[in-house]
């Protein structure tokens, strides 16, 4: 049987639906589904109609969410057609096919996002399509509000990954596609849990949806209830436990009642709390019940009594709970991929394990050394899942440290939120990272990709304010950041100035991007934003300089390694490439009478001399791994998880090798640690500054 993981198509209109679309795509990941969309159409009715049905037919299941936004269309449509938007086609498709399609109707009052107002004939058709739905006989939910949808797919996805075995058997008589289609629906659907009262049901059975949020609250009444009663008990055998410890003997006690797991119990009750604190609309006993166990089943310090002499009170001294942590050693989990193009960034893991080495030859921190569990999610990011529950579960790390990739970590996020692990420092700079409102347990670490794009389209202004502007960027979450960046930058001026925006599939690396480039150099921009990452950068600019293509060209700072990405393309080809930095130089002779630079080019004589000097990605581990083991340090005793977080959330401190001016600053309220960076350009040989430290 193929381990093959189930795909679904989301369909939702990208100018109202922006929100949507990101959550329904990280609750998917987290449930080991991949997530496919479509974002770039060709501009004819007969190419794009073939591209689509394509696309939907390889999945097993299609989410359809209906906004209020008719969207984009085909500029020329054949006759026989009725005018339908993208969006629209990609229904139709999926009808046609016979595929399970999941409909989410926007409700009235729904705060969709900020957007520009469409004409009246696309408002009329839209609704027309919103009246369709309704009379449909797909399986359809109508939603309030993408607040309250967050809240639920970002809470219960955990959970519903319990759902597949009971889909599969209720729904086995659709067959294996609709059972792929349940499991993504679920993830979106679980929404109704909670919106009951305000959420409009139309002639759907979702019977088993339905209960999980009264088994979630019997489970937590049930724990309560024993926790509570053993009170008396514990008191008559003069026995004292720690609330933990009681909490461990209740849950216990219910999980033989209930016949499941006590692993299932925690996470239902742990869903049930995250959950009710963030919905205004809870209801009051279940505020309730949520206060209950926050006070009581949270595991919480335990006295030690203190040796002391006879005839003096004992002392008591409060040891916090710290997994992964010992007298000696501190374990910490890494997660990453040696899999195709992302192989290139290996060099930061090595780079990271090297200062962890240096770090502890020297005493460790506090004189605890660091064990770094490393794990590789291979081709198929969704299985830094599984490998994420096995750090935390199996070998108990005391926190998650630069896991590789926007999707492994979207992926993980809401589960190491619900456990309350540190998710730190992670290797993606996409902005939906800074968000400790949401996620106060995960925290990212260098510039965000828009911040990078705002910067690089205000330089244009400022130094070619007549230019002529393609754009190449990766058709997903990270490359549509750097488009908004670019156009953020380029305010009121990105539709004069922009002549071509162009983007490519990051999951084939299969393919080559020689008919991308074409395209941009056809419209005959003399401004090239390059927002390719890694490998895919070399080949642009290889593929753009052998075209006779030589525009002012920029790309991001993933892509900055000489070693890595502009050797490979040719260091001539690479010449005048603009990117952006936050370190040092450590190359130049001036560079080298720093005590900084110095410090860098002795550990990477002695700690990792396989490394190139002319890789800019080992810098980059370099600093993360400083930054973390400041952090530990801060901590000093105290290596709870949640004091981990406490220091990370308020750094102010300069790395040795960031550039004057550029410091990691953080606080409850902005976990983006570097906000600054400098502007450099390649002169065939190394990167000199262009610019002073900057920020969007």
């Not at 008559?236 to 216990?252: F, G, I, P």
């Not at 999980?255 to 239902?268: F, I």
Request: glycine share 6%; hydrophobic share 40%.
């Amino acid at each position: 049987m193929s381990n093959r993981h189930p795909e679904v198509f989301i369909s939702a209109t990208s100018s109202d639906l922006r929100s949507c679309r990101l959550l329904a795509k990280e609750a998917l990941l987290t449930l080991g589904c991949v997530p496919v969309e479509q974002t770039n159409f060709p501009p004819d009715y007969r190419t794009v109609h073939e591209m689509l049905r394509a696309k939907v037919a390889a999945c097993d299941a299609v989410i359809h969410v209906a906004g209020e936004c008719y969207g984009a269309e085909p500029g020329a449509r054949d006759p026989e057609a009725p005018r339908r938007s993208y969006t629209q086609m990609e229904y139709d498709l999926a009808r046609e096919l016979k595929k399970p399609v999941y409909v989410f109707i926007c409700g009235d009052g729904f705060p969709y996002d900020e957007h520009p107002l469409e004409d009246a004939e696309k408002q009329q058709l839209q609704q027309a399509h919103r009246a369709l739905l309704a009379q449909s006989d797909t399986l359809r939910y109508t939603v309030l509000s993408p607040g309250d949808l967050s809240l639920r797919v970002r809470e219960l996805q955990t959970r519903v990954e319990h759902l597949r075995g009971e889909l599969k058997k209720t729904r086995s008589w659709l067959g294996r596609g609709l059972t792929i289609g349940l499991i993504a629906l679920a993830a979106v659907g679980v929404v109704l849990w909670w919106l009951n009262s305000r959420t409009t049901k139309t002639e759907i059975k979702t019977g088993a949806l339905e209960t999980e949020l009264d088994r979630q609250r019997r489970y937590i009444r049930a724990v309560a209830d024993v926790y509570t009663k053993q009170e008396a008990e514990l008191d008559r055998l003069n026995l004292k436990l720690s609330d933990s410890e009681k909490y461990s003997r209740a849950l216990a006690a219910v999980a033989k009642q209930e016949n499941v797991p006590e692993s299932e119990l925690r996470s239902g009750i742990s869903l049930f709390v995250a959950a009710t604190q963030g919905d205004p609309k809870a209801e009051y006993m279940d505020r309730a019940l949520a206060d209950f166990a926050l006070e009581n089943f949270e595991p919480k310090p335990t006295p030690v009594p203190t040796a002391a002499p006879t005839a003096v009170p004992t002392a008591v001294v409060v040891k916090p709970v710290m997994p992964g942590v010992t007298d000696t050693e501190i374990k910490i989990g890494h997660i990453t991929t040696s899999a195709g193009r992302a192989s290139a960034y290996r060099s930061v893991d090595r780079a990271e394990a090297a200062y962890f080495q240096m770090v502890n030859d020297h005493g460790g921190v506090n004189g605890r050394k660091i064990t770094m569990i490393s794990a590789d999610y291979g081709t198929d990011s969704a299985n830094a899942i599984d490998l994420t529950h096995k750090l935390v579960e199996e070998d108990k790390v005391l926190l998650i440290f630069s896991t590789l990739g926007t999707e492994s970590n979207l992926a993980t996020r809401a589960y190491m939120n619900m456990e309350k692990v540190p998710q730190l420092f992670i290797e993606s700079s996409s902005a939906v990272f800074d968000d400790p409102a949401h996620f106060p347990w995960t925290m990212g670490f260098f510039p965000t990709y828009q911040t990078e794009g705002s910067v690089y389209a205000k330089y244009v202004l400022k130094n070619k304010p007549a230019a002529k502007i393609a754009v190449l960027y990766a058709d997903d979450e990270a490359g549509r950041e750097y488009l908004a960046g670019i156009h953020d930058g380029l305010g009121d001026k990105a539709s004069a100035l922009i002549v071509k925006e162009v983007s490519y599939e990051n999951s084939d690396s299969t393919t080559t991007l020689d008919a991308q480039i074409r395209l941009l150099q056809a419209s005959r921009a003399d401004v090239f934003f390059n927002m390719s990452v890694g490998t895919w950068t070399t080949d642009a600019i290889r593929i753009a300089y052998d075209l006779g293509w030589h525009p002012m060209q920029f790309i991001p700072s993933v892509s900055l390694s000489v070693a890595a990405f502009l050797e490979p393309a040719g260091v001539e080809k690479a010449t005048g490439v603009i990117a952006n930095a936050r370190s040092k130089s450590w190359l130049s002779p001036k560079a080298q009478s720093d005590p900084a630079v110095v410090e860098y080019l002795d550990w990477m004589s002695k700690y990792n001399a396989d490394a190139s000097l002319r890789d800019q990605n080992t810098v980059g581990g370099y600093e993360r791994a400083e930054a973390l083991v400041d952090v530990l340090r801060e901590c000093g005793n105290d290596l709870s998880r949640a004091n981990v977080m406490k220091e990370a959330a308020n750094l102010d401190i300069q790395l040795g090798m960031l550039r004057p001016g550029i410091r990691l600053k953080t606080s409850p309220t902005d976990y983006q640690p570097i906000k600054q960076m400098y502007l450099i350009k390649f002169n065939g040989k190394n990167w000199s500054a262009i610019g002073s430290v900057t920020s969007d």
